[in-house]
């Protein structure tokens, strides 16, 4: 069975920095792609960026809105990827969900991690 | 960047009736590779996401088959012929042709 489990989210001031992971398994996690989503309260669903498997050269992509802020890891022997964000905004407050792409998007997900930005 | 648009914002349905959610891309989801990258999700009350349909017409596994989706080139539906309670929820459209966008939902409810 597949499992993504997120951890790592919380309370963080506006400026500041935090890594979110999720853990992996079920599932051969090198060979995949891997994409983190978020969703706002009360909102619709945003995708902010995806690293590629290493075999297909570990691309990574981002989100207009976090390029340049945000930074997508993986570690395969760890079967975990994670999210580093800094300079976090008050519109970066959501859960950030971990998603494993197969058939051109996500078909599996985590159950979320909220991370709130406040003074 | 390409814009996913949902319509209907909600849907209220019948036990048993059917209903049609439409999407529109801004432009072609043709892949350079042939594919049509268009997957469709339920949300529903208090979960994460979860996948329904993939390349515009390919059920996920375990779910059930009076879900179904169409479409092509800029268009697209997701069908179900008989609605049940525990189709609840929130559904996404999403392009994965262009990194991926997604819609911005339309929320079924039962009348």
């Known amino acids: 069975e597949v499992q993504l489990v997120e951890s790592g989210g919380g309370l963080v001031e506006p400026g500041g920095s935090l890594r979110i992971s999720c853990v992996a398994s079920?599932?051969?996690?090198?060979?995949?792609?891997m994409s983190w989503v978020r969703q706002s309260p009360g909102k619709g669903l945003e995708w902010i960026g995806r690293?590629?498997?290493?075999?297909?050269?570990?691309?990574?992509d981002y989100a207009a809105p976090v390029k340049g802020r945000f930074t997508i890891s993986r570690d395969d022997s760890k079967n975990t990827l994670y999210l580093q964000m800094n300079s976090v905004k008050a519109e970066d407050t959501a859960v950030y969900y971990c998603?494993?792409?197969w058939g051109g998007g996500p078909a599996h997900w985590g159950q979320g991690t909220l991370v709130a930005v406040s003074s | 960047d390409v814009v996913m648009t949902q319509s209907p914002l909600s849907l209220p349905v019948t036990l048993g009736q059917p209903a049609s959610i439409s999407c529109t891309s801004s432009?072609?989801?043709?892949?350079?590779?042939?594919?049509?990258?268009l997957s469709w999700f339920q949300q529903r009350p208090g979960q994460s996401p979860r996948r329904l349909i993939y390349?515009?017409?390919n059920r996920d596994s375990g779910v059930p088959d009076r879900f179904s989706g169409s479409g092509s080139g800029t268009d697209f539906t997701l069908k179900i012929s008989r609605v049940e309670a525990e189709d609840v929820g929130v559904y996404y459209c999403?392009?994965?042709?262009?990194?991926?966008?997604f819609g911005g939902g339309t929320k079924v409810e039962i009348k």
């Open positions: 079920g599932f051969t996690f090198s060979n995949a792609w």
């Open positions: 690293i590629k498997s290493t075999t297909d050269g570990g691309t990574i």
């Open positions: 432009q072609s989801l043709v892949h350079s590779d042939g594919n049509i990258y």
């Open positions: 390349k515009v017409s």
């Open positions: 998603t494993a792409e």
């Open positions: 999403m392009q994965g042709t262009y990194w991926l966008t």
